[in-house]
């Protein structure tokens, strides 16, 4: 009883440590008759951030200019690439005083005019691109191009006017968010001897809105030496479960070399060996040790169909016969969830709008009625 409080408590802490986390720089001048901002660039030391960007949101707060589709906006990453967040974008009437965000969850560009709001990197124009040095020179289009690297260390933004001797303006301050994603990409290595790693469970904190239709299930560089020991468990949010794998080919000896593998309902068994690939899971006398749940396991992912997709995902990792040799899933583990929203017609929740929402209304109608007055 006391493990299951200590891991429930160590899986909430967990989810504290993956909320977003914000960092802030100063002002910036975009004056005239000079194409480069001052400061060039502006710089924001981060400490203490992801070891493993996920995803990333700046932000431009107060931002003033007299041609707006004269900047040239680049965001440098300490080791890694550089990204365009914007250049030749939001037409040629001032902005004053917007509020620009920019996210990989935002589909639509920046405006004409310019106004304030959440959008994708918007690059008009590459051949218009060049800044001096040491702006980079060929920045990505993407912010997915900062997934993966190290958050910590400086952060570097230029600002470049194309046209500075006719025009000029200001950015009031700049901010770099860093955002937990479905995705945990910590190693679960179960020594030889041991039945289950430190990391049981391991958990990935999801704020996905709606209910789930479909979820997939990813294991990054799963190695042993003995396939059929591999146990793989996964809980949801709300205490739902799927057995992925286990015992799976226990009348066979084999080897699983850095196999990626998607669990996915809709495709192929697992086979045997276990190989990289997209398979459904597979399970033969699934069993579990404490904090995990040890009955009512679920066999297939639309267990979880339904469910809330926000909150805690965990994922239980066991070694059938730890004395014989050890696993290791190196690269992590990843979730995929298809979530939405029911419009409040859809009154009997299956996804669609149909008659039957009309019949099941007026049936909870009508036994609701006999108690009223």
Not at 282 to 295: E, G, H, K, M, T
Not at 351 to 369: K, M, N, P, R, Y
């Amino acid at each position: 009883m006391f493990r299951a409080i200590a891991t429930a408590a160590l899986i909430i802490l967990a989810c504290r440590s993956a909320a977003a986390q914000t960092y802030t720089g100063g002002s910036i001048s975009i004056p005239l008759n000079s194409p480069s901002a001052a400061p060039f660039p502006s710089t924001i030391n981060v400490a203490n951030g992801p070891a493993l960007i996920d995803r990333v949101v700046v932000t431009l707060r107060n931002v003033w200019h007299t041609y707006p589709s004269d900047l040239n906006i680049v965001l440098q990453s300490p080791g890694g690439p550089a990204v365009m967040l914007m250049s030749d974008a939001g037409g040629e009437v001032a902005v004053t005083g917007a509020t620009l965000t920019f996210s990989l969850t935002a589909s639509l560009p920046v405006p004409a005019p310019m106004t304030g709001g959440v959008y994708a990197v918007t690059n008009i124009d590459e051949d218009l691109d060049a800044g001096p040095p040491p702006m980079p020179a060929t920045p990505a289009g993407s912010l997915e191009a900062f997934r993966g690297y190290n958050a910590n260390g400086q952060w570097k933004l230029f600002v470049f006017d194309d046209f500075a001797a006719i025009d000029g303006g200001q950015i009031g301050s700049w901010e770099i968010t860093f955002e937990s994603g479905a995705h945990n990409p910590a190693p679960i290595e179960i020594p030889l001897g041991f039945a289950a790693p430190a990391n049981y469970p391991s958990v990935i904190c999801a704020d996905v809105p709606g209910e789930i239709i479909d979820l997939d299930v990813e294991i990054h560089g799963l190695v042993t030496p003995f396939g059929a020991d591999v146990s793989l468990l996964l809980v949801g949010p709300g205490g739902k479960s799927c057995v992925l794998m286990a015992n799976h080919g226990f009348d066979s000896e084999y080897i699983i070399a850095e196999a990626t593998v998607i669990f996915d309902d809709e495709s192929p068994p697992l086979p045997v060996p276990v190989v990289s690939g997209r398979f459904r899971p597979q399970s033969a006398l699934p069993f579990f040790l404490a904090p995990a749940p040890l009955d009512g396991l679920g066999a297939s992912l639309s267990a979880f169909d339904g469910q809330s997709a926000s909150g805690v995902y965990a994922l239980f990792v066991l070694d059938t016969f730890p004395a014989l040799d050890p696993i290791a899933i190196t690269g992590g583990w990843a979730i995929t969830i298809n979530g939405r929203r029911f419009c409040s017609a859809d009154y009997n929740r299956n996804g669609a709008v149909q008659s039957s929402d009309i019949t099941s209304f007026l049936s909870e109608w009508f036994t609701q009625i006999n108690g009223c007055p």
